[in-house]
C-alpha cells in the first residue's frame, strides 16, 4: 500500500531490515520502526497542532505498543499516551510512559478500574453511567481529586465502526452529564466519538464525518449548562495535514497513531503529505510450492480502511535484490488464521526459502501474534552501525531470542 512511498523516502530502512535479516539479528513476523523518522513526522504533527491549539494524544496500538516508538514520539512533542484498551495502559506503565485517555474505544472492564485510575490518567472516557460509578468508585477509594471523564457521544446520522457503538445520545447530553456528574468521584469535563474524520477515496482526501459535528454542538450545550468543558476530543485518521479541519470546527485534542510512521489514507492520496513512511513488516519465505512461496505471516493484519487493494511485497536475500524483485501477494481471508501469505509467481522470480520479505502497509500490530523492533541511526549523516531496540510482543513485554 505504501511501497512506492517507501522506496521514494525511506531506502535506509530497507536495506537496514534485509542486511540484519540475512544476518539474523531480526527475525521474522517482526513489525520494524525507524526511530529516526518516527520523530521527525512526530515533531511534524505536534508543531501542526500547536499552531492550531490542538493537544495530542499517542494513538500506540498500530506499532504493537512498543515503548521505544511511543518515548521517540513523546520526545518529540506529542502527548501521552491514549490507551484504546488496558493492554494499552498496562504497556505504557510497564514502560514508564505518561497516560493521557482510557477507554475510549474499550472501556474499563470490571476489575480494572482501580488500575486504571492509579495510572493517573488525564481522562476516562464513559460510555454509561454504570463505568462513571465503576471509575468513581475506584477514585474515591485512591483518595484525591475526582476523576476526569469524557462522555461518549452519539447523535443523528453518525458513523461508526462495526462494534464501535454506545455512548450517551447528544440530544439528552445535558442531562446525562449531570447524571454522570453526580457520581462520587468523577467529574464530567468533555466529550469524544470516533471517528471524526474519515478518508473519501472518491475525493481522495481526508474529510469531517457528522459525528465532528455531533461532538463539537455537545460541548457547546454543556458549556451552555455551566459544565467547565475542557476537552472536546476528536480522534481519527489524524495527519498534519488534516488538523485544521478538526481545529476549525471546535476541537481542542486529536489522537495521531498511523500519521505518526507515515501510513495513514492520506498518504495514498497525496504525494506532499509531510509525514514519511517508518514501519515495515518484515517476515522470511518458509518454503516454495510449485509456483508459490509461502511466507510466514503470524505478525500479518491489514487495515482495509482504504477496502481491498493489491499487495506487494519486496523480496531478496541482499537489499538491491529486493528492491528490484516485487512479489504479489495473497493472504488469507478475513477471520482465518494467518500462518503464511502466498508470495505469487515465486518461480520466475526466482525466490527461494530463507528471503527476506519486506511489506509496507498501514498496521495494526497489537492484533497480531507479531513482536515489534525500533532501530534508529538510519539517517544521521555520521552514522555508524544501526542501534537495535529491544524485541516486544504486541503487550510491549521484551521477547528474548528464541530458545
Known sequence: MFLDRLLAHNRPLIEAVVTAHQEGRLLANTYVADLDTVARNAA?????????????????????????????????????????????????????????????????????????????????????????????????????????VLLRVHGEGDRFYFGHGGGFPAADVVAAAREVDAVEGVAVHGVTTFPCLLADPEQRRIVATPNLGTVVVAAE???????????????????????????????????????????????????????????????EVSHVDGDDAYAFAAGHYLDKVLGEFPLTALVGRDAATAVERRARVDTAPDGAIHYYTVLRDARRLGIRPGDTVVMCFRPQAFVTRGRTQSVAGLHRADAGAPVWGERYDAEARVVGDPS
Open 44 to 148: 511534524t504533527i505536534a508543531e501542526a497542532a500547536r499552531s492550531r491549539g490542538l493537544s495530542t494524544y499517542v494513538m500506540a496500538k498500530q506499532y504493537g505498543r512498543n515503548p521505544d516508538v511511543t518515548r521517540t514520539a513523546i520526545d518529540a512533542g506529542l502527548g501521552p499516551v491514549v490507551a484504546v484498551d488496558t493492554a494499552c495502559v498496562s504497556a505504557a506503565v510497564r514502560h514508564g510512559l505518561p497516560v493521557g485517555h482510557v477507554g475510549h474505544l474499550v472501556q474499563p472492564h470490571r476489575g480494572s478500574e482501580d488500575f486504571v485510575v492509579g495510572a493517573d490518567p488525564e481522562v476516562v472516557t464513559v460510555f454509561s453511567v454504570d463505568a462513571a460509578r465503576r471509575i468513581g468508585a475506584a477514585a474515591v477509594r485512591r483518595g484525591g481529586a475526582p476523576v476526569s
Open 221 to 283: 450545550r454543556l458549556r451552555a449548562a455551566g459544565f467547565e468543558i475542557r476537552q472536546v476530543n476528536a480522534p481519527g485518521t489524524t495527519s498534519a495535514h488534516s488538523l485544521t479541519i478538526a481545529a476549525d470546527a471546535g476541537a481542542t485534542h486529536v489522537e495521531p497513531g498511523n500519521a505518526i510512521h507515515g501510513t495513514t489514507p492520506l498518504h495514498v492520496f497525496a504525494a506532499d503529505a509531510p509525514e514519511q513512511p517508518a514501519i515495515v513488516y518484515v517476515t
